[in-house]
């Protein structure tokens, strides 16, 4: 083959980047394909499509890159004395794991990204989502709910086989194995691949007559209610993950669901994480004498004590008055940040008073 330039074989630039050299190979490697060309041009095709298989090989990798960029072809010929370099198993300049490489690719992008080496995994119905509003006490201490969705669920005429009479029989092209060979013809012989059966989509089976209610798809697309266990502790856009509840899919496993919860703002509480906080209002008075004063919490009202001489701001500090974790192994405290609130209107006896402190402060 002649020594052409490999940047112009692919059609590239001399920066180009791994990513356009494989884009412009794959696109070239499609277009050149011996079994693609007429009889009379196969040779053509053939010579053209080892010419890009060997520039492909030598631009993809670094190493080979940066030696054709310094010595150009040389430094790909056994024994070249002048370059110094002892060459790379021949003047291909790619190995079979370049090849392998090369054909996996080729592969993907003419027969739909079917397995290179024949795998035959199981199929697996969408993951859906949905956004659940909860009250602060539910997530608090944990409930039950119930919701309802859309998914896509085994049609019931058929019991999800895609047949009139729910009777399927084997597949004559695949034989019932859900996967064909693929004998692939090229320059360096014949290689062998596994698809997926077009005819019975990878299942085995088909159906006779198809099933007027889903129209032979097995799934049907319905409303479903699905009861949800909202765990004690549960904080705002932490999501449950309920296996099993997602998009049926014909032969194959459901996906799952996953609730992402939302909870309403309390009138009261703020959270931070596992512990509470709010604002209690106290009086001059209460804050100046000290006192005795209830104040709510998650579990109901309790007595809290003032001591005298206390300022705006402080903070008093309930242990293990918040919020469990929801992994359970500890409980948040509770935070009341006391408030001293100043009188907007006051009585004649109030003013009294108050004159009088003035006097005595003075």
């Known amino acids: 083959m002649g020594?052409?330039?490999?940047?112009?074989?692919?059609?590239?630039?001399?920066?180009?980047?791994?990513?356009?050299?494989?884009?412009?190979?794959?696109?070239?490697?499609?277009?050149y394909h011996p079994d693609r060309a007429s009889e009379d041009k196969r040779e053509?095709?053939?010579?053209?499509?080892?010419?890009?298989?060997?520039?492909?090989?030598?631009?993809s990798d670094d190493k080979k890159r940066k030696q054709y960029d310094s010595f150009g072809h040389e430094a790909f010929q056994q024994g070249a004395g002048n370059s110094g370099f002892s060459g790379f198993g021949g003047s291909s300049g790619f190995s079979g794991d370049n090849l392998s490489d090369i054909f996996r690719d080729l592969f993907e992008s003419q027969f739909g990204g079917g397995s290179f080496r024949g795998t035959h995994s199981m199929k697996v119905g969408n993951d859906l989502q949905y956004k659940l509003i909860i009250d602060f006490e539910e997530a608090v201490f944990g409930c039950k709910k119930e919701v309802e969705i859309k998914k896509n669920v085994l049609c019931d005429s058929c019991g999800g086989t895609g047949a009139k009479d729910k009777k399927l029989e084997e597949c004559d092209k695949c034989r019932g194995d859900g996967r064909i060979e693929v004998n692939q013809r090229t320059p360096f012989g014949i290689f062998r691949q596994v698809a997926t059966c077009d005819k019975c989509n990878g299942e085995g089976k088909i159906s006779k007559q198809k099933c007027s209610h889903c129209n032979g798809e097995g799934i049907v697309n319905d409303k479903i209610k699905i009861k949800i266990k909202i765990p004690q502790g549960i904080d705002n856009n932490q999501t449950i993950r309920v296996t099993g509840e997602g998009d049926a899919i014909k032969n194959g496993r459901n996906g799952n669901l996953f609730i992402i919860i939302?909870?309403?703002?309390?009138?009261?509480?703020?959270?931070?994480?596992?512990?509470?906080?709010?604002?209690?209002?106290?009086?001059?008075?209460?804050?100046?004498?000290?006192?005795?004063?209830?104040?709510?919490?998650?579990?109901?009202?309790k007595k809290i004590k003032i001591a005298s001489?206390?300022?705006?701001?402080?903070?008093?500090?309930?242990?293990?008055?918040?919020?469990?974790?929801?992994?359970?192994?500890?409980?948040?405290?509770?935070?009341?940040?006391?408030?001293?609130?100043?009188p907007k209107k006051l009585n004649r006896k109030q003013k009294k008073l108050f004159e009088e402190l003035a006097k005595l402060e003075e």
């Open 262 to 301: 939302q909870i309403k703002p309390h009138k009261i509480f703020k959270r931070d994480g596992d512990d509470i906080y709010m604002e209690l209002p106290i009086t001059f008075s209460q804050a100046t004498l000290g006192c005795k004063i209830s104040v709510p919490t998650l579990t109901g009202i």
């Open 44 to 59: 053509k095709y053939e010579e053209k499509f080892k010419e890009i298989s060997e520039a492909y090989a030598i631009l």
């Open 309 to 342: 001489g206390t300022e705006s701001g402080t903070i008093v500090r309930l242990k293990e008055e918040g919020i469990k974790n929801i992994d359970g192994y500890r409980t948040g405290d509770q935070f009341i940040n006391l408030k001293i609130q100043t």
């Open 3 to 31: 020594k052409k330039d490999y940047y112009e074989l692919l059609g590239i630039d001399k920066r180009a980047s791994k990513d356009i050299i494989k884009k412009a190979y794959k696109k070239l490697a499609l277009k």
